[in-house]
């Protein structure tokens, strides 16, 4: 039983370093359906098309370089720009006529980070400039408390 499920981490960790290959890298991807959304930064899909459930369906998407606030956040003026950030993000994706997930890979958390463009428009840029979010390029996060 333990050497089965070891085999199934072994596959589905080639499976995922084999998605993340350069070969790979710029490819664009158009979600079959908008499954929900975490925050202003995270939403689910599934991705139709010839592949297995385990790969295609449920599968996290992050917006690459913006950080939105968390709705667990450690202040009400987070929390409250959270849900503002959310609730933002669901209106362009459920509004969207079509949704492309470019320049995909990998992150370390095995979700899919991109840059997101709905009918054109890229989202993380879009939510920068209205104040939903703010550029990220990786490392420390500052906070949100700090910025009312």
Sequence with gaps: MKLAKLA???LMLTVFVGCD??????ETIKPGSIISVHDG?????NVDGDCPNIL???IPVRINGIDAPELRGKCEHEKSGAMDSRAY??????SAKEVELR?????????????????????????????FARSYGGGKRAGWCDTQ
Excluded: E
């Excluded at 930064?41 to 899909?45: G, K, R, V």
């Excluded at 993000?89 to 459920?94: G, M, V």
């Design 21 to 26: 290959h350069p070969a790979h890298a710029g």
């Design 89 to 94: 993000l669901t209106h362009l994706l459920l």
């Design 8 to 10: 199934i981490v072994l």
């Design 56 to 58: 295609c369906s449920k």
């Design 103 to 131: 320049n995909v890979h990998r992150d370390k958390y095995f979700r899919i980070n991109a840059a997101v463009f709905v009918d054109g428009l890229d989202v993380g840029a879009d939510m920068i400039s209205k104040g």
């Design 41 to 45: 930064d995270t939403f689910t899909i």
